[in-house]
Every structure is written in structure tokens, then in C-alpha cells.
């Protein structure tokens, strides 16, 4: 008896590999969700048709959320003038201060916005100088400004993309930026 109880299970456990039945291996788990910022790009600078406040609309590269952060009129001119990579005959603020730094060996690296809390944004700006790390609190349309023009990487974290919503205004961009 003990033998017939040996053969059968052989002949199952032969079945089990041969057809592939019995104990399924666990299914490949998906990649876990890229955290953290991701960068961004300016879409445009555009006027909201409801609120006629100028907007500054970023995209993710990661996911492709987009949000739209009201911002001030001559904040809107700093961020759009080098978008439409137009050379002002004198300075603007961002130019200044990009110079300062250059002339003081002080590299922007990256600007991240950090936050959306109480309908404000939050963002830090990124820089290098002597081999040493700094990091300064900025307006997010400063920091927008002066990433465009250093051609530095502009982050968003994903908890501003999140605590923003969709993207509001459905406008094109404004003739006027």
C-alpha cells in the first residue's frame, strides 16, 4: 500500500511540472511608484479668463499633471520674457541677480516648490558656491524666473501637484506675455 501511495504521488508531483498546475507562483509585483519631486516644465504664462489674474502652468515630465499657480503681473513678464526668449535692453531683477551670483562663483543648481498650503506656494532655490550646498526660501515664480534663465531644473513635489488640483484655466496663452 505504502508503495501505490509513493507512485501516486510521484505521478502527481510529475503532472503538477509538467502542466504547470498546482501552486501558482506569485504574479511579478509592479514597479513601486516613483516619490519624490518630479521635474517640471513651463507650459506657458497665460491670463485666467474668470479671475483676469495671470497664470503660470507647469507640467510634470513624470506623470503629466499639470497645475496653474496665480501669479503677479511682472512675475508673469519675468518668467515669459525668456520663454519667448526675447533679451530686454536693460536687466530685469532675474538677470541682476543671475550675474551676482555669477560674478560671486555662486551656481544655481535647481529650484523645487515644496508646497501649497493656504492657497500660497512654497519653493527653495538651490545653490553652489566654494563646493558648499545653500538653500534659499523663494517666491515660486522668483525661483521659476531665475530656473529658466539658468537653465536649471525646476521640481515640483508631488504633494503640490496633488493639494492643486486639475489644471483650472482652459485659456491659450496671452498676447500680452
Do not use: C, W
Not at 513601486?32 to 497665460?46: D, Y
Not at 506623470?63 to 520674457?81: C, H, L, P, T, V
Not at 501637484?161 to 489644471?167: A, R, W
Amino acid at each position: 500500500m505504502g508503495r501505490r501511495r509513493l507512485i501516486a504521488l510521484f505521478g502527481l508531483l510529475a503532472m503538477v511540472l509538467l502542466t504547470g498546475t498546482g501552486a501558482k507562483e506569485p504574479s511579478p509585483t509592479p514597479p513601486p511608484k516613483a516619490t519624490g519631486p518630479q521635474e517640471a516644465e513651463v507650459i506657458g504664462v497665460m491670463v485666467d479668463q474668470r479671475t483676469h489674474q495671470p497664470v503660470v502652468v507647469l507640467q510634470g515630465k513624470r506623470d503629466k499633471r499639470q497645475f496653474a499657480m496665480a501669479i503677479g503681473i511682472a512675475e508673469a513678464n519675468g518668467i515669459a520674457i525668456p520663454l519667448q526668449g526675447v533679451t530686454p535692453p536693460r536687466p530685469l531683477t532675474h538677470d541682476l541677480f543671475l550675474t551676482l551670483f555669477g560674478r560671486l562663483k555662486v551656481s544655481l543648481t535647481r529650484v523645487v516648490i515644496t508646497d501649497f498650503k493656504d492657497d500660497i506656494y512654497y519653493a527653495v532655490v538651490y545653490l553652489t558656491a566654494n563646493g558648499a550646498d545653500m538653500t534659499l526660501d523663494s517666491r515660486p515664480s522668483d525661483a521659476i524666473a531665475l530656473a529658466i534663465r539658468a537653465k536649471v531644473p525646476i521640481l515640483v513635489e508631488d504633494r503640490v501637484f496633488d493639494k492643486s488640483g486639475t489644471l483650472g484655466p482652459k485659456t491659450g496663452p496671452s498676447p500680452h506675455f
